[in-house]
């Protein structure tokens, strides 16, 4: 017995010895995977490095300076941050884009979710109506902006030609140059134009919803509007938390439509927040305070991402 105890401890020392090297060699492949996924990640890292992490510590740096985009800075320290609540125009513009947004961001899901309910089945003419409905978003805002600014002209443009022959107004009608008559003006092309992305993201996600599930609420007797209500919306919840996002930072991003159309006339009543850092920064040439504003827009919409996030994320127990 005695004799047993030794030899045991012989194989096993022999056994041990044998795996030491195939656990070096685990170990030396693992790390030469992990040096070889980094480097595949490299490029990636770097490209984000030069492209966003630089410029966006540069915007950091800039707007703790009075940058004049021709000649020195200097340190100003927190004057720029300072200034954004002092400026009734910036204050103005946010509301104004607050307004747009409330606007433009519900009317764009029920137009976009109409159309998506539409056509979501295969019917004869349904695939060229959706192509007809996404075509505003492939043609572009700024395409379709130059082309309302003509149809809007008093006297010669299509729709106050239309309004005259029907007898509504006498198609002089200066959209342009009244604020609430310009704000409805660029309100409808761009829900015009959005609305052809939220109908295929929404008809995306209700053609993903397995059919046993809306069979099963057809044998529970339920209606149309509870099939929409309680089995394809919550299904949709992701789908719609993406759509409601992409709308509301389009919206706070709005620049094009509102530059082509009033260039934030009259006066600066449909100055968007984008709008108004773009004057401050290349027409009164105040780039560090024009930055200062684009991080605290960068701050605003991030919170109300979030906001959007926590209020539509999935509530599984």
Same mark, same amino acid.
């Given at each position: 017995?005695?004799?047993?105890?030794?030899?045991? =401890?012989?194989?096993?020392?022999?056994?041990?010895?044998?795996?030491?090297?195939?656990?070096?060699?685990?170990?030396? +492949?693992?790390?030469?995977?992990?040096?070889?996924?980094?480097?595949?990640?490299?490029?990636?890292?770097?490209?984000?490095?030069?492209?966003?992490?630089?410029?966006?510590?540069?915007?950091?740096?800039? *707007?703790?300076? #009075?940058?004049? +985009?021709?000649?020195?800075?200097?340190?100003?320290?927190?004057?720029?941050?300072?200034?954004?609540?002092?400026?009734?125009?910036?204050?103005?513009?946010?509301?104004?884009?607050?307004?747009?947004?409330? %606007?433009?961001?519900?009317?764009?899901?029920?137009?976009?979710?109409?159309?998506?309910?539409?056509?979501?089945?295969?019917?004869?003419?349904?695939? !060229?109506?959706?192509?007809?409905?996404?075509?505003?978003?492939?043609?572009? !805002?700024? $395409?379709?902006?130059?082309?309302?600014?003509?149809?809007?002209?008093?006297?010669?443009?299509?729709?106050?030609?239309?309004?005259?022959?029907?007898?509504?107004?006498?198609?002089?009608?200066?959209?342009?140059?009244? $604020?609430?008559?310009?704000?409805?003006?660029?309100?409808?092309?761009?829900?015009?134009?959005?609305?052809? +992305?939220?109908?295929?993201?929404?008809?995306?996600?209700?053609?993903?919803?397995?059919?046993?599930?809306?069979?099963?609420? #057809?044998?529970?007797?339920?209606?149309?509007?509870?099939?929409?209500?309680?089995?394809?919306?919550?299904?949709? =919840?992701?789908?719609?938390?993406? *759509?409601?996002? %992409?709308?509301?930072?389009?919206?706070?991003?709005?620049?094009?439509?509102?530059?082509?159309?009033?260039?934030?006339?009259?006066?600066?009543?449909?100055?968007?927040?984008?709008?108004?850092?773009?004057?401050?920064?290349?027409?009164?040439?105040?780039?560090?305070?024009?930055?200062?504003?684009?991080?605290?827009?960068?701050?605003?919409?991030?919170?109300?991402?979030?906001?959007?996030?926590?209020?539509?994320?999935?509530?599984?127990?």
């Amino acid at each position: 017995m005695t004799d047993a105890i030794p030899a045991n =401890r012989a194989r096993a020392a022999k056994n041990g010895s044998a795996a030491a090297p195939a656990r070096r060699r685990r170990g030396g +492949l693992g790390r030469a995977k992990a040096r070889t996924g980094l480097l595949m990640a490299l490029p990636a890292f770097l490209f984000v490095a030069i492209f966003v992490l630089v410029p966006v510590g540069f915007a950091v740096y800039l *707007s703790f300076t #009075d940058y004049p +985009l021709i000649g020195p800075d200097h340190w100003v320290g927190l004057a720029n941050w300072a200034f954004i609540g002092q400026d009734a125009t910036f204050v103005h513009a946010v509301l104004f884009t607050l307004l747009y947004t409330v %606007i433009v961001t519900p009317a764009i899901f029920i137009v976009g979710y109409g159309l998506a309910v539409l056509l979501r089945r295969r019917r004869r003419g349904s695939t !060229l109506l959706r192509t007809l409905f996404f075509l505003p978003y492939v043609v572009g !805002l700024v $395409t379709e902006s130059f082309i309302l600014l003509l149809e809007l002209q008093p006297g010669s443009g299509g729709i106050n030609v239309l309004l005259r022959w029907v007898h509504i107004t006498n198609g002089q009608t200066a959209w342009l140059v009244h $604020t609430n008559l310009a704000l409805i003006a660029v309100c409808v092309i761009v829900v015009w134009f959005a609305s052809g +992305l939220t109908m295929v993201l929404l008809m995306a996600g209700m053609q993903g919803i397995s059919s046993d599930l809306l069979e099963a609420a #057809d044998i529970d007797g339920a209606s149309w509007l509870s099939k929409e209500l309680r089995v394809r919306m919550p299904l949709l =919840r992701r789908t719609i938390a993406m *759509s409601l996002i %992409i709308s509301v930072v389009g919206s706070f991003l709005a620049f094009n439509q509102f530059y082509i159309l009033t260039q934030g006339g009259p006066g600066t009543s449909t100055d968007t927040v984008v709008m108004w850092i773009y004057q401050v920064a290349f027409v009164q040439l105040h780039l560090g305070r024009a930055t200062a504003m684009s991080l605290a827009l960068v701050l605003l919409v991030g919170f109300i991402s979030f906001i959007q996030f926590y209020a539509l994320r999935d509530r599984e127990a």
